[in-house]
């Protein structure tokens, strides 16, 4: 494994490239500078293999441990920095750093008109509830995964972590409302997940699942607004035969995704 410059000093915190990288932990230092953050060895495994990885600072004790990682960093073109065990925690976001932290460079993603399984997230402010849906519908096949109106940025620190790795597998798109980028999909049924709506198992039965679809998630304590929940075809609410109040948001997601997908599945 060969480092970014050979035989200099381990970077500290007060490092120029510790510094800059540590700017991408807010919003408007990743918009700027086009760049976010993705740390532990998953997050970084994926990134590499993506192709989108720009710096990537590691502690000495990952230099041992996640050597293979380093290496095939530097296979991909990234430059590679060991750092002080104070340098690492200041860039990362978690309280037991994992010891790899990558500057990312912005996935340059579209959305894809012919789509047939799209989830888009409206108002969900949660980072780890985003994130999970995100890895759900990776886990499920979906074509795309949209973050729309008042939605967290899929680039924060936890969202990166809590999709593990599924931020790299499938187009991830930021929109800035929700209601134009229905027009995309013109072929697909509009679905809105939402308590008290059809039964999704019912709908499942009489054949009305195989359709392409675009779910609309909203936020897990307040639900998809009236005026966007009114954008689609129909609600559709999954049924709790239990003694549960409500399903979390990202476990509702996952249910609505793969009914979807098998559904789609068994037509084709």
Same mark, same amino acid.
């Given at each position: 494994?060969?480092?970014?410059?050979?035989g200099?000093?381990?970077l500290?915190?007060?490092?120029?490239?510790?510094?800059?990288?540590?700017?991408?932990?807010?919003?408007?230092g990743r918009?700027?500078?086009?760049?976010f953050?993705?740390?532990?060895?998953?997050?970084v495994?994926?990134a590499v293999?993506?192709?989108?990885?720009?710096?990537?600072?590691?502690?000495?004790?990952?230099?041992t441990?996640?050597?293979?990682?380093?290496d095939?960093?530097?296979a991909?073109?990234a430059?590679?920095?060991p750092c002080?065990?104070d340098a690492?925690?200041?860039?990362?976001?978690?309280?037991?750093p994992?010891?790899?932290?990558?500057?990312c460079r912005f996935?340059?993603q579209?959305l894809?008109e012919?789509?047939?399984?799209v989830?888009?997230?409206?108002?969900?402010?949660d980072?780890?509830?985003?994130?999970t #849906?995100l +890895? %759900? *519908? !990776?886990a =499920?096949?979906?074509?795309? &995964?949209?973050?729309g109106?008042?939605?967290?940025?899929?680039?924060?620190g936890?969202?990166v972590?809590?999709s593990?790795?599924?931020l790299?597998?499938?187009? #991830?798109v +930021? %929109? *800035? !409302?929700? =209601?134009d980028?229905l027009? &995309?999909?013109?072929?697909?049924?509009?679905l809105?997940a939402a308590?008290?709506?059809?039964?999704?198992?019912?709908l499942?039965?009489?054949?009305?699942?195989d359709?392409?679809?675009?779910?609309?998630f909203?936020?897990?304590?307040h639900?998809?607004d009236d005026?966007?929940?009114?954008?689609?075809?129909?609600?559709?609410?999954v049924?709790?035969w239990?003694?549960?109040e409500?399903?979390?948001l990202?476990?509702?997601?996952?249910v609505?995704l793969?009914a979807?997908?098998?559904?789609?599945?068994?037509a084709?």
């Amino acid at each position: 494994m060969t480092a970014d410059e050979p035989g200099t000093d381990a970077l500290t915190a007060r490092s120029s490239r510790v510094v800059a990288a540590r700017k991408l932990q807010r919003r408007r230092g990743r918009d700027k500078a086009e760049r976010f953050l993705a740390e532990g060895p998953q997050a970084v495994r994926e990134a590499v293999a993506a192709g989108v990885v720009d710096d990537l600072f590691y502690d000495l004790d990952a230099d041992t441990r996640h050597s293979d990682l380093i290496d095939a960093a530097v296979a991909a073109g990234a430059h590679v920095h060991p750092c002080t065990d104070d340098a690492l925690a200041s860039l990362a976001e978690t309280v037991t750093p994992q010891g790899l932290v990558a500057v990312c460079r912005f996935l340059d993603q579209r959305l894809p008109e012919e789509a047939v399984l799209v989830a888009v997230l409206h108002g969900i402010t949660d980072p780890g509830n985003a994130g999970t #849906v995100l +890895r %759900a *519908a !990776d886990a =499920a096949g979906a074509d795309c &995964v949209v973050f729309g109106t008042d939605s967290v940025d899929p680039y924060n620190g936890k969202c990166v972590r809590s999709s593990a790795g599924s931020l790299f597998h499938l187009p #991830v798109v +930021r %929109a *800035a !409302d929700t =209601a134009d980028l229905l027009d &995309v999909f013109p072929h697909a049924q509009i679905l809105a997940a939402a308590a008290g709506g059809d039964d999704l198992y019912g709908l499942d039965a009489a054949g009305d699942l195989d359709a392409p679809t675009v779910w609309l998630f909203g936020s897990e304590a307040h639900g998809l607004d009236d005026a966007t929940a009114a954008l689609a075809h129909r609600r559709v609410g999954v049924p709790i035969w239990g003694k549960a109040e409500s399903l979390n948001l990202a476990v509702a997601a996952g249910v609505c995704l793969y009914a979807s997908a098998a559904a789609q599945r068994r037509a084709s």
